[in-house]
């Protein structure tokens, strides 16, 4: 079933984090596995962000010491970051297995990624200059209390809640998920792609790396294929909807703009508000009203439609 929910404020900021907390709390029912937010901040840094974990909530509960493996792998990522060059500003533990960096760093991205991935029980969830990813087991109100992020301020979210079908419940098959190695692209689903596996492969074979068995991920490495073979993102977007079968709803988002895409036969839900300064949209109806105290007017969007917004 699952929910999906975006927000992007145009030429101003405002408290995303509350926003779309409101929102997925609102989509609830659609799904009560995991929830999962990806918040642009109001200002880019020139500095990166990673958000990264070095174990599963669930590992917490096992009997064996994954309390001193967590800060073994901490570690570990501290000495790779600072072999690769990067120099580490601000260290946040968000839980007793998720961090937030922020660094300086001017050399091969995606090699760095790798170096830090390549160690055991580590995942980066997300790297950029704006995108924030946070995702884990909960619904919005749990995972947002848990992060902080009731008063993130930024310009456009996107958000997801998971009722899990095709893959485990873990943080690893949460979304949204980041298009690696591509700073501030993640991407959030709600359907089923039926030639996952065919595409996966193809993916394989040309250098891409999925981190989990959720069909939602292909979406992801998907648009940072067709990114990196030089297309925009609404060109990679309406490539999409020709090249991935089933039936979905998804939206994009990167460092300033917020994309939403629809199969041809338009079976899963979504629902827009557009005024001159927010755009905001979601599974239900519901969420969108959770964020105003004032009547509104929406609208669905037809099938196979693709649009995108720029903050």
């Known amino acids: 079933m699952c929910g999906i929910a975006g927000l992007i404020h145009r030429g101003s900021s405002a408290n995303i984090g509350g926003q779309m907390t409101s929102m997925l709390q609102a989509l609830k029912h659609r799904g009560p596995d ?41 570690a570990t990522v501290d000495e790779r970051l600072k072999e690769m060059g990067a120099k580490v500003g601000s260290q946040e533990q968000a839980t007793e297995y998720a961090y937030r960096y922020s660094f300086a760093f001017d050399g091969d991205l995606k090699r760095l990624i790798d170096f830090i991935e390549d160690i055991e029980g580590v995942e980066i969830l997300s790297i950029g200059h704006a995108l924030e990813l946070i995702k884990d087991l909960g619904d919005a109100t749990v995972v947002s209390n848990q992060y902080s992020l009731g008063g993130f301020d930024g310009t456009h979210a996107i958000g997801h809640t998971r009722m899990a079908t095709e893959s485990d419940v873990d943080i690893r098959s949460a979304h949204p998920y980041w298009a690696y190695p591509f700073n501030d692209v993640s991407v959030v689903h709600n359907g089923q792609l039926t030639n996952y ?42 490539r999409s909807v020709d090249e991935l079968d089933g039936v979905f709803t998804y939206l994009v988002a990167t460092g300033d703009s917020l994309g939403m895409a629809k199969d041809v036969m338009a079976a ?26 004032h009547e509104i007017d929406t609208f669905d969007p037809y099938e196979g439609e693709v649009r995108v917004w720029q903050s």
């Not at 958000?51 to 010491?65: H, I, N, P, S, W």
């Not at 999925?210 to 490495?221: H, N, R």
């Open 34 to 74: 995991s929830t999962g937010f990806a918040l642009y901040g109001d200002e880019a840094t020139s500095d990166l962000v990673m958000r990264f974990k070095v174990a599963e909530q669930e590992d917490l509960a096992t009997g064996f010491d994954i309390h001193a493996t967590v800060i073994e792998r901490r």
């Open 197 to 238: 596996w065919t595409n996966r492969r193809d993916l394989e074979r040309r250098g891409h790396r999925f981190m989990s068995d959720c069909d939602s991920e292909l979406i992801a490495v998907y648009i940072a294929h067709r990114i990196d073979e030089g297309d925009d993102l609404e060109a990679a977007m309406r």
């Open 268 to 293: 899963k839900p979504m629902v827009l508000y557009e005024s001159d300064d927010l755009i905001a949209m979601a599974s239900e109806e519901v969420a969108i009203r959770s964020i105003f105290p």
